[in-house]
């Protein structure tokens, strides 16, 4: 029982210290939103995939970074409504 909580605990200590880890409560427009983050993140992070993209738009490496941070803002759009109880 013990080792029980404490990989609860753990995991609830994950949870609070990444935002992308998720929890139960996490809608699926949040989830989209952060998986989206993070693969703009990671395209800005490594350099050939940034300069495969500029090859790709035919842009430079400055507008493709100025795109995909941008594109953080609202990945998947502004959040749905929600219900009113």
């Known amino acids: 029982m013990a080792d029980r909580y404490n990989i609860h605990s753990q995991l609830e200590h994950l949870q609070s210290k990444y935002v992308g880890t998720g929890h139960s409560d996490t809608t699926k427009w949040e989830w989209l939103t952060n998986q989206h983050r993070d693969s703009n993140a990671c395209y800005m992070g490594h350099h050939d995939m940034l300069n495969y993209f500029a090859i790709a738009e035919n842009e430079t490496k400055a507008r493709v970074k100025f795109n995909l941070m941008e594109r953080m803002l609202q ?11």
């Open 75 to 85: 990945p998947c759009g502004p959040p749905p409504e929600k219900p009113d109880f």
